[in-house]
């Protein structure tokens, strides 16, 4: 976090008057590495899609569809009366808490129980050290029973003392929070005028299914693609970018016929996997984990099932965080959303005379999760340089492509060296220029801030014709032709 903020990757939003939980702004840095990903996301899925089971290209269309929507939508999809999480006040701290955040420590000869949010290791200890205290013994994680408080009865319940409280009984039972922002749509402002911002994008692509049928010569099975921002009104957002109220997703709803989801089920969870991979998440800090019946989701119990593509980000270690969900929605949406308007939602195969509701398949992707999962798995601390860092980027999201240096500020080298710059910058684009501090002070910037390749333009180059580069990775150096370099970056990035 500290990295991010020096190097203008994250910022808290609207820092200068305090913040507000649950909100993040990007900076240059960020902005760009979030731009790469999406991007290449979009790149990959829409404008040139993979190759399907049989051989040919998936066929896939992109939408961007309005953040608020007629407020019929979410109460055709559920969110209206069934999108809450339970919640927990404490009347001491006035603070809010997800019920199954809240962890309940007790043990045996103490007359209190302590509570902690989860994955607070300063909050667990702290409640620790105070379950002790009522104990008149030095306790360790050993010594104490933790559950979580929807799990207690509500004599337990009175004994417990809040995560930021000094008194018992203060916490209240769990009850529903319905997690959508409302707002209001004309300048009247009453109930009557109440809208939301969207939860998820998802709803977009259904409510917008017949349009797409009716104009764009799309044949099942095809995708319709967006990305989008969300709001989700997080009772207790944390882990830096992980949990937040503001967020942006990459979804795919892919319609296919009802036989074929398995097929497909199989397809996009395998795809999403390697996808991620050629993002730079190589490492064993990435899993595919199958959902377990009890888990899924009301529109997932009838079909193929549920997968979640997981990080092991530092918050969630030893345990991983959902930074993909690959489901089978079998036809729920679209069901739902022609039941509750009336207007006709299938599909017709001329070829085999026959009315269909697709099934749909949906790899669901977060832009600020994938973003964060890769400054986690890029963060690299320097063998050679124990209080030093870079940031292993893949070159193609990677927000700086190159730096061009003169060694010195003298002697023609500023001159080639902006020549060179301007050449590269015009081809790829952010591509950084200096010739101010020391070479090393340089080198050092570009490795925190994740560029791959920085060619240094010395005494030699006015008389070989050549340039040094330098592998952010590796550290090596070799000499490149100075009318050579634009054709290898070309290649390099790539990679």
Same mark, same amino acid.
């Given at each position: 976090?500290?990295?991010?903020?020096?190097?203008?990757?994250?910022?808290?939003?609207?820092?200068?008057?305090?913040?507000?939980?649950?909100?993040?702004?990007?900076? =240059?840095?960020? /902005?760009?590495?979030?731009?790469?990903?999406?991007?290449?996301?979009?790149?990959?899925?829409?404008?040139?899609?993979?190759?399907?089971?049989?051989?040919?290209?998936?066929?896939? !269309?992109?939408?961007?569809?309005?953040?608020?929507?007629?407020?019929?939508?979410?109460? +055709?999809?559920?969110?209206?009366?069934?999108?809450?999480?339970?919640?927990?006040?404490?009347?001491?701290?006035?603070?809010?808490?997800?019920?199954?955040?809240?962890?309940?420590?007790?043990?045996?000869?103490?007359?209190?129980?302590?509570?902690?949010?989860?994955?607070?290791?300063?909050?667990?200890?702290? +409640?620790?050290?105070?379950?002790?205290?009522? +104990?008149?013994?030095?306790?360790?994680?050993?010594?104490?029973?933790?559950?979580?408080?929807?799990?207690?009865?509500?004599?337990?319940?009175?004994?417990? !003392?809040?995560?930021? +409280?000094?008194?018992?009984?203060?916490?209240?039972?769990?009850?529903?929070?319905?997690?959508?922002?409302?707002?209001?749509?004309? /300048?009247?402002?009453?109930?009557?005028?109440?809208?939301?911002?969207?939860?998820?994008?998802?709803?977009?692509?259904?409510?917008?299914?017949?349009?797409?049928?009716? *104009?764009?010569?799309?044949k099942l099975p095809f995708g319709i693609a967006q990305t989008?921002?969300?709001?989700?009104?997080? !009772?207790?957002?944390?882990?830096?970018?992980?949990?937040?109220?503001?967020?942006?997703?990459?979804?795919?709803?892919?319609?296919?016929?009802?036989?074929?989801?398995?097929?497909?089920?199989?397809?996009?969870?395998?795809?999403?996997? /390697?996808?991620?991979?050629?993002?730079?998440?190589?490492?064993?800090?990435?899993?595919?984990?199958?959902h377990d019946q009890d888990e899924l989701a009301h529109y997932?119990?009838?079909?193929?099932?549920?997968?979640?593509?997981?990080?092991?980000?530092?918050?969630?270690?030893?345990?991983?965080?959902?930074?993909?969900?690959?489901?089978?929605?079998?036809?729920?949406?679209?069901?739902?959303?022609?039941?509750?308007?009336?207007?006709?939602?299938?599909?017709?195969?001329?070829?085999?005379?026959?009315?269909?509701?697709?099934?749909?398949?949906? =790899?669901?992707?977060?832009?600020?999760?994938?973003?964060?999962?890769?400054?986690?798995?890029?963060?690299?601390?320097?063998?050679?340089?124990?209080?030093?860092?870079?940031?292993?980027?893949?070159?193609?999201?990677?927000?700086?492509?190159?730096? !061009?240096?003169?060694?010195?500020?003298?002697?023609?080298?500023?001159?080639?060296?902006?020549?060179?710059?301007?050449?590269?910058?015009?081809?790829?684009?952010?591509?950084?220029?200096?010739?101010?501090?020391?070479?090393?002070?340089?080198?050092?910037?570009?490795?925190?801030?994740?560029?791959?390749?920085?060619?240094?333009i010395d005494g030699e180059t006015p008389g070989d014709q050549?340039? *040094?580069?330098?592998?952010?990775?590796?550290?090596?150096?070799?000499?490149?032709?100075?009318?050579?370099?634009?054709?290898?970056?070309?290649?390099?990035?790539?990679?």
């Amino acid at each position: 976090m500290a990295l991010c903020k020096r190097r203008g990757f994250i910022f808290q939003a609207s820092e200068i008057y305090g913040g507000l939980n649950g909100f993040w702004d990007y900076g =240059p840095l960020g /902005a760009q590495l979030k731009k790469n990903l999406k991007d290449a996301w979009w790149n990959d899925m829409v404008v040139h899609p993979p190759t399907g089971p049989d051989g040919s290209d998936v066929s896939m !269309v992109g939408l961007d569809s309005c953040i608020i929507q007629n407020p019929r939508v979410w109460v +055709a999809s559920g969110h209206v009366g069934g999108f809450n999480d339970p919640m927990v006040d404490c009347k001491e701290s006035k603070r809010r808490y997800r019920a199954d955040h809240v962890q309940i420590m007790t043990t045996e000869g103490a007359d209190r129980a302590y509570a902690f949010v989860e994955g607070d290791d300063a909050g667990r200890d702290k +409640a620790l050290k105070q379950l002790g205290k009522h +104990a008149r013994r030095t306790l360790v994680l050993a010594d104490v029973t933790v559950a979580p408080l929807p799990s207690l009865s509500k004599d337990c319940l009175a004994t417990a !003392v809040g995560p930021d +409280a000094k008194e018992p009984g203060t916490l209240t039972e769990p009850r529903a929070f319905n997690l959508m922002f409302k707002t209001y749509v004309g /300048a009247t402002a009453n109930e009557d005028d109440v809208a939301y911002l969207r939860p998820e994008t998802a709803q977009g692509i259904f409510v917008n299914f017949k349009n797409v049928l009716d *104009t764009s010569r799309v044949k099942l099975p095809f995708g319709i693609a967006q990305t989008g921002k969300a709001f989700r009104n997080e !009772v207790t957002p944390r882990n830096f970018t992980f949990r937040s109220r503001e967020f942006e997703q990459m979804e795919i709803e892919f319609f296919c016929h009802p036989n074929a989801t398995r097929e497909w089920y199989a397809y996009w969870r395998d795809l999403r996997v /390697a996808w991620w991979r050629s993002m730079g998440l190589l490492s064993e800090n990435m899993q595919l984990r199958e959902h377990d019946q009890d888990e899924l989701a009301h529109y997932a119990k009838s079909g193929a099932g549920t997968s979640d593509i997981e990080y092991r980000f530092p918050f969630t270690h030893p345990g991983y965080g959902e930074l993909e969900g690959i489901a089978d929605r079998s036809n729920f949406d679209l069901t739902q959303h022609r039941e509750h308007s009336k207007v006709k939602l299938e599909y017709f195969d001329p070829e085999h005379g026959e009315r269909v509701v697709p099934h749909v398949i949906e =790899p669901s992707a977060g832009a600020d999760r994938g973003v964060l999962a890769i400054l986690c798995e890029a963060f690299t601390p320097d063998p050679t340089r124990p209080s030093k860092v870079y940031m292993r980027f893949a070159p193609r999201v990677s927000p700086l492509k190159a730096a !061009v240096y003169p060694l010195v500020n003298k002697d023609g080298m500023p001159e080639i060296a902006e020549h060179l710059y301007r050449e590269l910058n015009r081809r790829f684009g952010f591509i950084e220029y200096d010739a101010k501090q020391s070479i090393g002070k340089r080198y050092a910037r570009m490795d925190e801030s994740g560029c791959p390749f920085c060619f240094t333009i010395d005494g030699e180059t006015p008389g070989d014709q050549a340039v *040094t580069v330098r592998h952010r990775d590796t550290q090596l150096q070799e000499r490149i032709a100075l009318d050579r370099v634009s054709d290898w970056l070309a290649a390099e990035l790539v990679r």
